[in-house]
């Protein structure tokens, strides 16, 4: 190390050691392919119910999405081939901004070509190297990122913890905005954020809140307009962000609020600018899906009723199970990295494809299997994956 021949030979050992020390942690992770069927996938020739997936409603293979993103091929071709600023700005970006508007009950939103670039964007325009910002401790990695890229000073609060948010916002005695950003819904964990709180919290201290409401769009509150319209607060929350890549079953992210924010965004937000537009045959599927997520009330009673029978079969069974009702996904603690690994392969070997989720998308000694049942899962797919949890004693 002292002595280095070249740089390209300690990059090389760096690299080796890494991968060397995460797959002797056990927490090495492995793309692995699947074929996707519906709401089961096909894996080295056999068939398992999917829990693994972030495609709430079943919408991601939905033959009303797959028609309506054809027409929008034939009619636009693939790509927008240009940024939305120069020649990349189609009518049906347009149409969707303007749906999402008002499924979000805000004036005016922004499509991005991904939930990440969003968080990325929103939060490098919004907060200057002067200002503050205060995360929830259990937020998105996207949200880390934007906020480490606006150069503000940046805080983390207790989960969920609107007490410990206004200690830190009394205590903040600089004059820059104060910007407080949570997710709606925590797809680790299964909860949802105290918003009616934290709003209070925000009003008193003259905080800009931003929700991301990656995991909620679509499947919580009233037609799954999202956490805000759960708790009936849609026009208290000045930025909600949300993602066309989960419950709406295909790709991009965007932001929703007043006019004002969105002008001002397209002004000032760089993966908006500098990136090409959403491809159209994207923007077709997600105003597709919009429109099907907000009329089939059986998917969201679907999912509840799935997510409630699995968490009350599996304490039954023994197992420490984590997350609210209205949440889409629920999380079966574990602890350590391999034991966690270890079940997700007794799963699997059942017929259930369920993940272990390790640090550091968890912390230390948290590891967990996070199930996420599907609209589209039958009663028998999920009873099978009851069966395929073993009894756990201790
Ligand atoms: C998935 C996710 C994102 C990123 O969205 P993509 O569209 O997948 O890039 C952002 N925030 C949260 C909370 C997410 O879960």
């Known amino acids: 190390m002292l002595h280095p021949k070249n740089a390209k030979t300690v990059m090389r050992a760096h690299w080796s050691q890494t991968l060397d020390r995460l797959a002797a942690r ?7 392919l699947v074929e996707r069927r519906g709401s089961v996938i096909v894996r080295d020739g056999r068939t398992l ?3 693994a997936s972030n495609d709430y409603l079943g919408l991601a293979s939905d033959q009303r999405l797959i028609a309506a993103a054809s027409a929008a091929l034939e009619r636009y071709g693939i790509g927008a081939g240009a940024s939305r600023l120069l020649a990349g700005n189609f009518s049906i970006h347009e149409e969707l ?5 008002e499924f979000k ?3 005016a939103a922004l499509v991005f070509s991904s939930g990440y670039a969003t968080n990325v964007g929103i939060l490098m325009a919004l907060a200057t190297p002067r200002d503050h910002l205060y995360l929830d401790e259990l937020v998105h990695a996207s949200i880390h990122d934007g906020a480490r890229l606006s150069g503000a000073r940046v805080e983390r609060f207790r989960h969920a913890d609107a007490n410990d948010l206004e200690r830190r916002l009394r205590e903040n005695a600089s004059r820059g905005a104060r910007i407080v950003v949570t997710d709606g819904v925590f797809s680790m964990d299964g909860d949802l954020a105290p918003l009616p709180d934290l709003i209070a919290v925000c009003e008193r201290h003259d905080a800009l809140l931003v929700v991301d409401d990656a995991h909620g769009t679509g499947v919580v509150g009233p037609a799954g307009r999202g956490t805000a319209a759960h708790f009936g607060v849609e026009d208290r929350v000045p930025v909600q962000m949300g993602t066309l890549s989960k419950a709406l079953g295909g790709q991009g992210g965007f932001v929703a609020g007043s006019r004002q924010l969105i002008q001002f965004l397209i002004q000032r937000a760089r993966s908006f600018i500098y990136s090409t537009g959403i491809a159209p045959v994207l923007a077709a599927a997600a105003l597709e899906a919009l429109r ?3 009329r089939e009330e059986w998917r969201r009673e679907t999912i509840k009723r799935h997510r409630e029978r699995l968490a009350s079969a599996l304490a039954a069974k023994g197992y420490e199970v984590r997350g609210e009702l209205e949440a889409p996904m629920l999380l079966v603690m574990i602890g350590e990295a391999e034991e966690a690994l270890e079940l997700a392969r007794a799963l699997e070997t059942a017929g259930a ?3 272990a989720i390790r640090p550091p998308t968890v912390p230390h000694g948290t590891s967990r299997i996070r199930l996420a049942p599907i609209a589209t899962h039958t009663a028998e797919q999920i009873e099978a994956v009851i069966a395929a ?3 756990k004693t201790r």
């Open 26 to 32: 056990y927490l090495k992770r492995e793309l692995r």
């Open 292 to 294: 099907i997520a907000e």
């Open 97 to 101: 901004e303007a749906a999402l508007a």
């Open 389 to 391: 949890f073993p009894e």
């Open 353 to 355: 494809y369920a993940p």
């Open 105 to 107: 009950r805000a004036e």
């Open 49 to 51: 119910v999917n829990l």
